[in-house]
T-cell receptor, first 112, second 111 residues
Framework: DTEVTQTPKHLVMGMTNKKSLKCEQH?????MYWYKQKAKKPPELMFVYSYEKLSINESVPSRFSPECPNSSLLNLHLHALQPEDSALYLC???????????FGNGTRLTVT | DAKTTQPNSMESNEEEPVHLPCNHS???????IHWYRQLPSQGPEYVIH???SNVNNRMASLAIAEDRKSSTLILHRATLRDAAVYYC????????????FGTGTRLKVLA
C-alpha cells in the first residue's frame, strides 16, 4: 500500500473521450507531481504543483490538463488523446524540494 | 539540469552486497543526490538521499565521492525482492521542485 492513492488503476478510452485521473495524499505535502512512464523507460516529468499553483509544465500538449483543487488532490484531465499517449501515469508528492517523493502505483492508460 | 549516468543493468547473487554506481559530473554545490527504485508494476520508491556525507538507513547506504561527481548505492545483502530498476536523481535545493529521472540500472538478483 502507498500513501498516495491513484484512481482508477486502469483506464481504456477512445480518442474522442474525455476522462480524468485522480490522485490523493493526506500527508500534508505541499508539492504534487504528474509523471508519464512508457514501458521500459524512466518516468518523465509532466507537471509540478507547489502550494496548489502550477509551477512547472514540461511543454506537455494541451490535451493534458492538470488541476489541483486543494492541497490533497491532484487531477489530470484528458481529452482527445492519441494512441501514443498510452502509458503509466504516476502521481507523486513531497513535503518540499529537498524531501523524498512519495509515488502512487499509477494509472495504466490505454488509448484506442 | 544536471544529468546522471548509470549502467543499464547489473547482476548480483543473493545474500551478497551490491554496489550500484552513478556518475553526475555536472552536479552543482546545492544539488542533493536521491536514489529511488521501481519494482515491477509499482511506482518508484524512495531509497536514500544525501548531499555531501555518506548516509545509512535501513534499506541501504549511500557513498558520495569527495568531489561529489559520483556516488554509489550499496545494498548490503541483496535479496530476490531487491530486483528492480534503480534510479539516481539530482534535485535542486533552490528554485522549482524538479526531479528528473535518468535511465536507471536494472538489477537482477540471482538465487
Amino acid at each position: 500500500d502507498t500513501e498516495v492513492t491513484q484512481t482508477p488503476k486502469h483506464l481504456v478510452m477512445g480518442m474522442t473521450n474525455k476522462k480524468s485521473l485522480k490522485c490523493e495524499q493526506h500527508m500534508g505535502h505541499r508539492a504534487m507531481y504528474w509523471y508519464k512512464q512508457k514501458a521500459k523507460k524512466p518516468p518523465e516529468l509532466m507537471f509540478v504543483y507547489s502550494y496548489e499553483k502550477l509551477s512547472i509544465n514540461e511543454s506537455v500538449p494541451s490535451r493534458f490538463s492538470p488541476e489541483c483543487p486543494n492541497s490533497s488532490l491532484l487531477n489530470l484531465h484528458l481529452h482527445a488523446l492519441q494512441p501514443e499517449d498510452s502509458a503509466l501515469y504516476l502521481c507523486a508528492s513531497s513535503q518540499d524540494r529537498r524531501a523524498p517523493l512519495h509515488f502512487g502505483n499509477g494509472t495504466r492508460l490505454t488509448v484506442t | 539540469d544536471a544529468k546522471t549516468t548509470q549502467p543499464n543493468s547489473m547482476e548480483s547473487n543473493e545474500e551478497e552486497p551490491v554496489h550500484l554506481p552513478c556518475n553526475h559530473s555536472t552536479i552543482s554545490g546545492t544539488d542533493y543526490i536521491h536514489w529511488y527504485r521501481q519494482l515491477p508494476s509499482q511506482g518508484p520508491e524512495y531509497v536514500i538521499h544525501g548531499l555531501t556525507s555518506n548516509v545509512n538507513n535501513r534499506m541501504a547506504s549511500l557513498a558520495i565521492a569527495e568531489d561529489r561527481k559520483s556516488s554509489t548505492l550499496i545494498l548490503h545483502r541483496a535479496t530476490l525482492r531487491d530486483a528492480a530498476v534503480y534510479y539516481c536523481i539530482l534535485t535542486k535545493t533552490s528554485g522549482t521542485y524538479k526531479y528528473i529521472f535518468g535511465t536507471g540500472t536494472r538489477l537482477k538478483v540471482l538465487a
